[in-house]
Nanobody, 119 residues
Framework: QVQLVESGGGLVQPGGSLRLSCAAS????????AGWYRQAPEKQRALVAT???????DYADSVKGRFTISRDNAKNTVYLQMNSLKPEDTAVYFC?????????????WGQGTQVTVSS
């Protein structure tokens, strides 16, 4: 079965950078879209960035110009490059993918990786 595992989170100073990775395992037949979401304490999970199977990317207004979503199909991995980080970027970041596998088409979610932006 398909599993998504995020990595790359950690503690970074304001203005710093991090690159998150989302690695997928298992047999994937087709990926319709993948994305990154984040959830800060006591807040709802919010969209950060998405990328379609065709490679078209979209971003939340709060991260435009600072974050870049990309993918490496050979590695079954989606990335989120985060630059010019701000304290308000602090959250647990989740990877999600809309894909088909032996279980049919559904959304998959990773367990999340913590990003903390603080001095």
């Amino acid at each position: 079965q398909v599993q998504l595992v995020e990595s790359g989170g950690g503690l970074v100073q304001p203005g710093g950078s991090l690159r998150l990775s989302c690695a997928a395992s298992g047999t994937i037949f087709r990926v319709y879209a993948a994305g990154w979401y984040r959830q800060a304490p006591e807040k709802q999970r919010a969209l950060v960035a998405t990328i379609t199977g065709a490679g078209s990317a979209d971003y939340a207004d709060s991260v435009k110009g600072r974050f870049t979503i990309s993918r490496d199909n050979a590695k079954n991995t989606v990335y989120l490059q985060m630059n010019s980080l701000k304290p308000e970027d602090t959250a647990v970041y989740f990877c999600s993918a809309d894909l088909t596998s032996v279980r049919g088409r559904r959304d998959y979610w990773g367990q999340g990786t913590q990003v903390t932006v603080s001095s």
